[in-house]
């Protein structure tokens, strides 16, 4: 059986779209010999739809989608995601499900078994868990066939497992010799090889082919790599599509071989790749063509406008220096100099005048030489709203610029620095932006020297560094990672050799400034627990313990 695996990269709710995406595609495998063309998890209305699926005209969208491409495709067998309806009294409407369809014939129909609900999942919501099925005879093969999570249950990968079935041991029991899991498996830093890890593992435990079909692209903050792959009964990789782009990859069972297109080889890079799909994809779906981003002169701005380049095109950037009285002059240059190696708009809207006019009028007995919150912030509301303005006026979208660690901590202002349609770089803390950027420059330099080896800055008051306020950013960023990833206790965090004091300091920080982060821009989630839907936590708290 030779198989066409296809990594399609779906609008949620655009069903003339998929329609296309999959009879095109179909084609295209028949036309390459294949006897069967696999679609990733919803591939008829994209993943994940959310409360769309509250609304009966979506449904029935979805239901009319189907019943079109059984009638439009023949020649070749198509196993592709969708909803179906749940026929029975009591439980939830609908089901996640998956279906094989021939010459206008549905031969079989799978429904998701295990629902996830952690992080940004919350399926349970609106699906019916799938009762077990058998294995479909197809081309001299017993095919089992999966939906994502029903193979991220094996007790042999997971020391605590979520749920009490295992959908992948069932079917192999019942005599499956290939499996197919269709899938939207999201991206984060360090999964992809965890994920390869626990393929090969169930292929070569049950001596099975197993067969992956990911989406791929950027649904709001979620983003999917794609990295569809076959693992033969050793667990080797012998087929692999590309990772963050539409496509096709080919598989025969006759002989084992499939395609090997080129992967990524590192986090950092793959990290980049995932940040430029998503803006991309972010800004396009939403209706925009062009952003608009702020440069400062410091690292995170500047790497949010390579991003844009990289996602858009240069043409379709525009970039802000907005000075005030504290701006160092290095940075007039260095601004220009960054806009001038990316090729993009830049224009220079000077707001020390603005700022001069909001002091004059709320804080008149103001010390220019020790300037308090209240001057800082607006600063950096000055320059939020002016970016808004040219939102408006350009029907661009603004790309906020900060990261991961000056969010956690609330370094950062409302209705100012936060303003924006899109947090870029929100989930990348700050020593990773650093590393980013080195690998940008690698070849020759992008972003200038300068501004990857001076001191971060807000440049809100005289000679300020970030430093002035905050631990460093290496001490920050290991102290995140076993708080927000991890979820360590302080005591835990003191235990693993953090400073106490920096713990304590860092931690009331990130508790305090929950309610920043929810009227934050939505942002790109690239590390295990993003700050957003994946991370819910009460505004109004206490964690008081005995």
């Not at 329609?19 to 295209?28: A, C, K, Y």
């Not at 396009?284 to 995170?300: E, P, Q, W």
Request: hydrophobic share 40%; charged share 25%; net charge negative.
């Amino acid at each position: 059986m030779k198989i066409a695996i296809f990594q399609v990269n779906p609008l949620i709710g655009d069903f003339k779209r998929q329609f296309s995406l999959i009879v095109e595609g179909s084609r295209r495998a028949m036309e390459q010999g294949c006897d069967l063309a696999v679609f990733p998890e919803l591939a008829l209305c994209g993943y994940p739809p959310r409360d769309l699926l509250e609304y009966g005209a979506f449904v029935t969208a979805n239901e009319k989608c189907l019943a079109a491409l059984v009638k439009e495709v023949h020649g070749i067998g198509v196993i592709c995601g969708l909803v179906t309806g749940n026929p029975d009294e009591t439980g939830k409407a609908l089901f996640n499900s998956a279906v094989l369809f021939e010459d206008g014939r549905i031969l079989h129909t799978a429904n998701k078994q295990l629902l996830p609900t952690y992080d940004v999942f919350d399926e349970q919501r609106h699906f019916e868990p799938g009762t077990a099925t058998q294995p479909v005879d197809y081309k001299g093969h017993r095919i089992g066939l999966t939906i994502c999570e029903d193979a991220w249950n094996d007790k042999d990968v997971f020391r605590r497992r979520l749920y009490a079935r295992d959908p992948v041991a069932q079917l192999v029991r019942d005599g499956a010799d290939v499996l197919i899991n269709i899938a939207a498996s999201p991206f984060h830093k360090g999964k992809r090889v965890f994920r390869d890890t626990m393929l090969a593992t169930l292929a070569r435990k049950h001596k099975v082919t197993v067969v992956f079909a990911n989406q791929v692209g950027g649904n709001d903050h979620i983003l999917f790599d794609g990295a569809s792959a076959v693992f033969d009964v050793r667990g080797q990789v012998v087929a692999r599509a590309a990772e963050f782009a539409e496509d096709m990859v080919l598989y025969d069972t006759a002989d084992g071989r499939g395609e090997m297109h080129p992967v990524i080889g590192s986090d950092t890079e793959a990290v980049l790749q995932a940040l430029i799909m998503g803006t991309r994809d972010y800004v396009t779906k939403c209706g925009f063509r062009k952003a608009v981003i702020g440069l400062s002169g410091g690292i995170d701005s500047a790497l949010v406008a390579y991003i844009a380049v990289q996602a858009l095109g240069p043409e379709q950037i525009a970039t802000i220096f907005m000075p005030s009285r504290y701006t160092s002059p290095d940075n007039y240059q260095d601004t220009r100099n960054l806009a001038g190696n990316l090729g993009v708009d830049y224009s220079i809207i000077p707001i020390d005048g603005l700022y001069q006019d909001f002091v004059r009028l709320l804080v008149p007995d103001a010390d220019d030489t020790a300037l308090s919150l209240t001057e800082q912030n607006l600063q950096a509301r000055i320059r939020g709203t002016l970016l808004m303005g040219v939102s408006n006026r350009d029907g661009c979208l603004v790309l906020s610029t900060g990261n991961k660690s000056e969010l956690a901590v609330g370094y950062c202002t409302l209705y100012g620095d936060m303003n924006g349609g899109l947090a870029v770089i929100s989930d990348v803390p700050k020593t990773l932006v650093y590393e980013i950027c080195r690998w940008i420059n690698r070849e020759q330099e992008v972003i200038p020297m300068r501004i990857l080896e001076k001191a971060p800055s807000a440049e809100l008051k005289p000679d300020q560094t970030d430093q002035d306020d905050l631990p460093p950013y290496e001490v920050i960023d290991a102290i995140l990672e076993g708080y927000v990833e991890k979820a360590m206790s302080v005591d835990e965090l003191v235990a693993a050799g953090h400073d106490p004091q920096a713990v304590a300091d860092i931690t009331a920080r990130v508790d305090r400034n929950e309610y920043k982060r929810h009227q934050a821009a939505p942002g790109l989630k690239v590390t295990p627990k993003a700050f957003g839907e994946g991370r819910r936590f009460p505004l109004a708290k206490r964690f008081n313990p005995l």
